[in-house]
């Protein structure tokens, strides 16, 4: 299993309001999922990772309350930026790991979700 | 902090060329060093990886040399061809933790 898709693909939203995106596994299943924010012209930054049945894991620097993270089942990850303002417009990418295949291969990343705020 | 840097940002190279991309890594402790390539709006795409106790792997097109000693990391590619066009970057990834660190990418561009 090798495809995770995300939705929507890319968003507008205005300055106050939230905004969920999706990230699923299509053809396998994953206890764990990762999520990215990367700005024009730099790297992908990890914000989170997020578990299956249990709380995120955050990375330092990334507001726990601003980006809610749920992992409510083995195949389905979302991450709600709340209250969004325009610098956190970006590119939010998940990937997601297949534990049944060997380590170094085995997380799989989504199209991506570009998100504009206005 | 621990990081993974590139030393070019960008790189042109002629068709038919083989491309080498470079990479400085500061954590010792990583397990897997991993190359991935991002055409523009899409997610990364893996290309090849490789575990911290070898120095050398080859793939189809691509190779990663691997030096501990200086921790330095590169993708050869042989052959270029104007597909290769993308962003490229190099990661790592401890197995304890699952999770993969980028480093800051190399645009690869293709002279005809």
């Known amino acids: 299993g090798a495809v995770v898709s995300q939705h929507p693909s890319w968003v507008i939203c205005k300055s106050g309001t939230s905004v969920k995106i999706e990230c699923r596994s299509l053809d396998f299943q994953a206890t764990t999922m990762f999520w990215y924010r990367q700005f024009p012209k730099q790297s992908l930054m990890l914000m989170a990772t997020?578990?299956?049945?249990?709380?995120?894991?955050?990375e330092q620097g990334v507001e726990k309350d601003k980006f809610l993270i749920n992992h409510a089942s083995l195949t389905l990850s979302t991450l709600t930026v709340t209250s969004a303002h325009p610098e956190d417009s970006s590119f939010y990418i998940c990937?997601?790991?297949?534990?049944?295949?060997?380590?170094?291969?085995?997380?799989?990343f989504g199209p991506g979700t570009r998100l504009t705020v206005l | 902090g621990e990081s993974v840097g590139l030393h070019l940002p960008t790189l042109s190279v002629q068709e038919g060329d083989n491309s080498i991309i470079n990479c400085a890594y500061s954590n010792s402790a990583s397990d897997y060093f991993i190359w991935y390539k991002q055409e523009s709006g899409k997610g990364p795409q893996f290309i090849i990886d490789?575990?911290?106790?070898?120095d050398k792997r080859q793939g189809q097109r691509v190779t990663v040399l691997l030096n501990k000693t200086v921790k330095h990391l590169s993708l050869q590619i042989a052959a270029t061809q104007p597909g290769d066009s993308a962003v490229y970057f190099c990661a790592e990834k401890y197995s304890s933790a699952s999770k993969i660190i980028f480093g800051s990418g190399t645009r690869l561009s293709i002279r005809p």
């Open positions: 990937s997601a790991r297949n534990e049944g295949l060997p380590e170094g291969n085995e997380q799989f």
């Open positions: 490789i575990r911290s106790n070898m």
């Open positions: 997020s578990n299956e049945g249990s709380k995120a894991t955050y």
